[in-house]
């Protein structure tokens, strides 16, 4: 079946470096890459999304890559703050309506 | 300011009990997810409505799971009997079919299985 795969599960950070979260998806016709971050007792919430006819796309500080060939996309977090702690998914959207998450990376940023 | 609605919170139960988590999803959206967050499973993905039709429940234990969409303002996620396993949060999740994708989260409920 469908599945994504994130690595690495924790990532600890001291601020103002960079942090990246990678991940891999199965299905081939995945064509929708949204990135999620969870905050404590909240909810997931889109940060930033890339579409499979894009390469990369950046907003401020974050960015995502995506290379299809390889089924490869990464979340990149420049000049990192504490308030980026938190719980990043990766995830694919398989067709069917069906979003696929990843297992999730847990991120310090160590002030 | 438009956003999912979950009930209850917090849930604590013993083994055996029916639970029952309701979920409002954001007007107009007719796409409607149920995930369940562990520790160890990230979100799982058990259930999933398009215009209130069930479309795949593939990710639910049949015997004592159940979905429902009574109407387009409420989901309904059942647990009956409920089991110390089942103890995580549930999350449900709506979107629109012809939209960009994204999902809006509940904030959750959190259910505790003694």
């Known amino acids: 079946g469908e599945n994504v795969e994130q690595h690495p599960s924790t990532l600890s950070v001291q601020e103002g470096d960079s942090a990246v979260i990678k991940c891999t998806y199965s299905?081939?016709?995945?064509?929708?890459f949204p990135w999620y971050k969870q905050e404590l007792g909240k909810g997931p919430q889109l940060i930033i999304d890339?579409?499979?006819?894009?390469g990369e796309k950046k907003d401020q500080r974050i960015a995502v890559t995506l290379n299809k060939t390889a089924k490869h996309f990464s979340l990149h977090i420049t000049e990192t703050q504490p308030e980026d702690s938190a719980v990043y998914f990766c995830?694919?959207?398989?067709?069917?309506?069906?979003?696929?998450f990843g297992a999730g990376t847990r991120l310090f940023v160590k002030a | 300011d438009a956003r999912v609605t979950q009930t209850p919170r917090h849930k604590v139960t013993e083994m055996g009990q029916e639970v029952t988590m309701r979920c409002q999803p954001i007007?107009?959206?007719?796409?409607v997810f149920w995930y369940r967050q562990t520790m160890m499973q990230g979100l799982e993905l058990l259930a999933y409505?398009?215009?209130?039709?069930?479309?795949?429940d593939s990710g639910m234990p049949k015997d004592r799971f159940s979905a429902e969409m009574p109407d387009a303002t409420l989901a309904t996620l059942k647990i009956q009997p409920s089991e110390p396993r089942d103890s995580a949060v549930y999350f449900c999740?709506?979107?629109?079919?012809?939209?960009?994708?994204?999902?809006?989260f509940g904030e959750g409920s959190r259910l505790t299985v003694l």
């Open positions: 999740a709506s979107g629109l079919e012809l939209g960009t994708g994204e999902l809006f």
């Open positions: 299905d081939s016709a995945s064509n929708y």
């Open positions: 890339i579409r499979s006819n894009v």
């Open positions: 995830a694919s959207f398989t067709g069917g309506f069906k979003t696929i």
């Open positions: 007007l107009g959206h007719n796409t």
């Open positions: 409505f398009r215009n209130r039709a069930p479309l795949d």
